[in-house]
């Protein structure tokens, strides 16, 4: 994240918290690509289809719209665990209702918000340790926020093979199964989807 993207960022912050519809639209279409990312995880492993995980992002930025006073903190990692707390209450209630869960909301509340912080976690250690430059480590920025911005610039086989393998820890076998394709189609798959992905990351900063 450059001084002006931070600068960006912070003046946006503000310009919400004076309530500026214009500038909350603004700051949270920032984290789309990351909280869509952690959507389409949780939605393959739990409903299987049933929900388009770009809905529930949507669902998610309206719900924060409509408790941003709420939000306290100054910074992009507070903002990104709030914006993730809010999707883990969205996901709760759709699990209600389309797998009719029993589990008390409180709870599957807090489990979903576990997963999704694991998954954040696994993009800031994994990934981009390896396929970012020294400058992009050194940033301010979110990591897991720039490598979802980066993976979603790429195709959707491609996008699937890596967060499969790096996300979700899955074996070939496994990645094979869920996509149904071959196993070595599959390792031929993530290893041009990789290149592409350095590629990526290397147009941001």
């Not at 309530?19 to 299987?48: F, I, N, P």
């Not at 941003?68 to 709030?82: C, I, K, N, Y």
């Not at 396929?131 to 790429?154: F, T």
């Amino acid at each position: 994240m450059t001084v002006d993207s931070e600068q960006e960022c912070a003046e946006l912050l503000a310009g919400a918290r004076a309530g500026g519809e214009e500038a909350l639209g603004r700051l949270l279409e920032r984290y789309r690509a990351y909280l869509l990312l952690l959507a389409r995880v949780q939605v393959g492993r739990r409903l299987q289809g049933k929900v388009d995980p770009a809905d529930l992002v949507q669902e998610t930025f309206l719900e924060a719209a409509r408790h941003f006073r709420q939000f306290r903190g100054t910074s992009e990692p507070e903002l990104t665990a709030w914006l993730r707390q809010i999707l883990a209450g969205c996901l709760t209630h759709l699990l209600r209702r389309y797998l009719g869960t029993q589990a008390r909301d409180v709870r599957l509340e807090r489990e979903l918000g576990g997963e999704l912080e694991q998954s954040s976690q696994a993009l800031d250690r994994g990934l981009i340790a390896d396929q970012s430059s020294p400058s992009q480590r050194a940033s301010r920025r979110e990591q897991a926020v720039l490598l979802a911005d980066a993976l979603e610039r790429l195709p959707p086989d491609y996008r699937e093979a890596i967060v499969l393998r790096h996300i979700e820890g899955l074996t070939f076998p496994e990645i094979a199964s869920r996509m149904g394709r071959s196993v070595d189609s599959v390792e031929k798959l993530w290893a041009r989807a990789l290149p592409k992905l350095r590629r990526a990351l290397g147009g941001q900063s």
